[in-house]
C-alpha cells in the first residue's frame, strides 16, 4: 500500500521532518543535518576492510527496515578513498545470510578482481582481492553484482561510494573538505508500506520498467538538509537508485559547474541549468553559495518521447521534504548556507586539467549490441524477460572475446526504452547520440551512459579478463540486469 502525501505529512509532522515543506522555512525543518558516509581514507594504509553486516534502519521515523550495510553502517557502507595509482588491498567480509559479490563499479582492473557475479562470498567468507589501479582521479563506487540478486541487495544497502584522489585538488581549484565543501551524495528512491518500512516487492510492471519509489533518501537519509559554507561547494553526486533517473537542478536558479563525469575530470568545468544523472552514474558540480542563500536540489521529470526507465515523475513524489506540489518537480535535499564559515574556495575554476576522451578509432571494428526488454517472445524464461541481442544472460555462456589493446565501436540500440549502459573494466567515450553530436553531460570520459534509442561509444580494452571471470556489459536499470538485459565478455 503507497503512502499517501496525507500520510506523510503526518508522519513527517511526527519526526519532525518537514525540511522543504511549503510555507516552512530551512530554518525550521526538524529533518536533520545530512551526514555524509564514514570516510576510510585508504590513500596511505592502502588497505581497507569492509564486513557486510545485517542492521535495522529507521528510514522515517516510524518502523524500523531490516537493511544491509557495511562496518558500522546498518545501511550503506563508508566511503573509500583511495589513491588512483595504487595497489590497495581490500578485504570483504560477508556477514549477512547469503552469498554476495562485491562489484567496484568504474575501476579499470582485471577481471579477477572485478567482483562480477562469477566471485560470489559464501556466508562468513572473506574475499581478499588486490586492486591494481591507475586511472584519473574520479568518483565511482562498489555494490553487489550477485547473480540474479543485484536489485534486491542494491535495495537492502550493500553499495558505497570510492574516491579515487591524488591528492592535487587545491591545485585544480577544487574543494576537497570532506563532508565541508566537498560533499558525496547518494540518491536513492524507495517505496515504504503503511508502518513506514521500506518494501521491496517489485511486480510483473516493475520488471518490466525498473522499480522506482516515491521516496527520496540522500545517503539513507530522509528530510535531511545540507549545511554548506559560503563559497564554492563539490557535490559528488552518485545515483544509485535501481531505476529512477533524475534530472537535477538548483530551486534558486544557481548554475551547475559540472567538472566530472563517471570516470575523469573534465578539461574545464561546463556550465549545465540542470544534470541529468541515470541509475550507475556519477558526476561532480561545483555550485557558487558565495551569496548565502539558501537552495534546494530538486529534480525534474525528463522530457522524453519514449517510455522512460524511470517511469513518470510528478503527482505523488517525495522529495527529500515533502514535494512541494508543482506537477513534474520534486525535491532531494534542501541546502542551507552557514554564514559564519567561508569556504575555501571562491570562485569556479577556469580549467580542471583533465583529459577530454579522443580515443583513436581509425580501424575500430563495431558491434552491435540491441538491449531488449519484454513484449512478445520473451516469457520463454521465468525470470529472464530482458535480453541483449537475442539472449537473456546465463552464467555459463560468453558472448564474445574481445582482443586486449584493441578500440572498438559499440553501437548500441536502445529500442524503445531508455537504458543506463554499463561496461565492466573500462572507461568509454561517447561518440555519438542518436546520429547526432555528444551532450555534454556525456562529453567526458564515462563508464554507464543513458542511451536513450541510439550511442555509439568507443572503447579501448586494456585489463584483461579472462572466460572463468569475465567483464559484463549491461543495462544499469537493475531490474532489467538481473532480468537478463546483460552479458559478458573475455578481453585476452
Ligand atoms: Cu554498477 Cu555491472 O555494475
Ligand atoms: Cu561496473
Ligand atoms: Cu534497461
Redesign the pocket.
Known sequence: MPLTRRDLIKRAGAAGLVAGWPGLSLAQSGGGILRMPPLVDATTSRAFDLLARTGETNFLGQSATSTWGFNNQTFLGPTLRLAHNSLTKASVRNGVSEPFSL?W??LEIPGQADG?PHQPIATGATWAVDLNIDQPPATV?Y?S?THLR?ADHVQKGLAGVIQLTDGRDDERGLPSDYGTDDLTLVIQDRRFDRSGRAVYDPGMHDRMMGFTGDVILVNGQYGAQAVVPKGIVRLRLLNGSNARIYNLASRAGRTLHMVSTDTGFLDRPIAIDSLQLAP?ERAEVLLDFSDGTSDMLVSSSIANGGMMGGGMMGGGMMGGGMMGGSGGSFDILPISVDPSRRARIDRIPEGIGGTMPDLDIRGASRRDIALQSGMGGMFRRRRNQHSINGNSFEMDRLNFSVQRGATEIWAIDGQNMAHPF?V?GVRFQVLSENDGPVSSRNSGWK??ALVNRRAEIAIRFDQPAPASTPF???C?ILEH?DGGM?GQFSVV
Open positions: 562489484h563499479h568504474g562480477g563506487w555494490h553484482h543485484t550507475g554499463h565492466h563508464d554507464t559484463m556489459f549491461h544499469h540486469e546483460m
